[in-house]
Each structure stands twice: as structure tokens, then as C-alpha cells.
């Protein structure tokens, strides 16, 4: 088979399924994991397809929202050592706020050990994750469902997040980049962060290392406006030494 015909036959199998899985593809064209990684690399740059760890999902993710059954299956490993260390860093009675991202809808699973947590989210997945927790307070911004990403907004939104102050507030985004700082695809949601950062104490930056060097839409905010960048992986040396220099924590599991 042409490395072309192979190349579109992956494509239609994301057009299809949203997903797909270096290992699995490599065995079925019966070609190394390296030819199949070349493969996506040409349809990431196309626009039609974004790399993710062990695979790609349909789409440019920097520019729409995906919907959240494909973005809970996407980089789960990476999302769960960045859960750990958020968890780390929340401590019993803290008031808290989680944006509607699937990394926060992980590290909400993972806080259940917790005690005495206030949570204010705007996400339906995280209330419905935290409903069976026995001792918190678990508040909804209510708001506009965004169904695709199951995802509360607009203004009404954005009042109820005004009228609190919490300990922290925990959110990811689609972009980190030196320049562009802190983007996001949709104004909704980026408009969301933006009024979550205005409430708290510390704001925490939760982002897998596919983010970094990328822009999305719309700025949420610039890169010292947080106070913690969580990823799952040592960032490059370039990153660690901006992040020096703008005396801004990089959390990692090797740090």
C-alpha cells in the first residue's frame, strides 16, 4: 500500500471513530509505530487531526471543542499524574473552583478523599462525578448548557462566579504559548476562566504537554496572571527557564 492511500485510509478511520491508536494501526498496516506517528504528523499539520499521547483525535482541538466523551478518553494517563499533583496541593476545608475541562472532572475524582471541600463548577459532568460525597459543598454556576461539552455558560454563569471568593481556582485550556500566552477556543469558555481567576486566591493552570507552543482563538490570559502551571511531563528548557523568569511554579511528577 502507498504511504498516501495509508494516510487517507487513517483519516477516514478518524472521520469515523474521532479516535485513533498508534499500536493498533501499526499492527494493522503491519508498519513500524514511527511510519504511523509520520502519518499523523501530516494530518495534525493538514488541520485534520490532533496528536494526542498513543494516538490522534479528529480535529484541530486548539480551535473547537470536542465532544466530552472523546475529550475524557483522550490523554487519560497524562490527566491523571496532573490530578495528582492538584491534589497535592489542596488541602481539607479549601473552597475551590473547577472549570468544565475534562482535567478538571479528573482531579474532581480524585479529590474524593478530601475532607469539608467547597467545589464551584460549571461543568454538569463534575456535579454529577461529586454527587455522592458525603461532607462538601458542591455548587453549580448554573447558566446556558453548552451540550456538546456539557458545559454551563453565559452571563448568568458568570454572576454566580462573582458573587463568591474561593482558595483556588483550577482550570486548562486548548493553547500555552510565550508569546500568545493562555487561549482557549471558544469565547464561552475562556469569558468563564477569565470571571473563576477574578475569584480566587491562587489560580492553577492545569495543561498536558500537547498544549504547550499553542495558540488558540481567544486569550484567557497571560502566562503571569497564574500562579502554578501543572503538566504532566518536564517541559522543555526553554519553558522551565521563562517560567524562572516570570517566577511562575511548574509542577511535574519528575520535578
Known sequence: ????????????????????????????????????????????????????YGGAIWGNSTKTDLSYTIRNKTNVEAKRAIAQLICASIVDG????????????????????KKDLTVITNSVEIVLELSDV????????????KTDTMALIGSQCHQMIRNYHVDKAIMSCKGIDPAGGVTDSSEDHASTKQAMMAAATQTFLAVDASKFDKISFIKIAGLTDFDCVVTNREPSQSWLQLFRQQQLRCLYPEA
Not at 134 to 145: D, F, H, I, P
Request: glycine share 6%.
Open 94 to 113: 479549601d473552597h475551590i473552583m473547577l472549570d468544565d475541562s475534562s482535567t478538571s472532572l479528573y482531579i474532581a475524582k480524585q479529590l474524593k478523599e
Open 134 to 145: 458525603k461532607g462538601w459543598n458542591v455548587l453549580s454556576t448554573g447558566g446556558r448548557l
Open 1 to 52: 500500500m502507498l504511504a498516501i492511500e495509508r494516510k487517507n485510509e487513517i483519516l477516514n478511520k478518524l472521520r469515523l471513530e474521532q479516535r485513533v491508536l498508534v499500536s493498533e494501526l501499526a499492527a494493522h498496516y503491519g508498519v513500524t509505530e514511527e511510519t504511523i506517528r509520520r502519518d499523523l504528523d501530516k494530518l495534525e499539520k493538514e488541520g485534520y487531526a490532533t496528536k494526542t
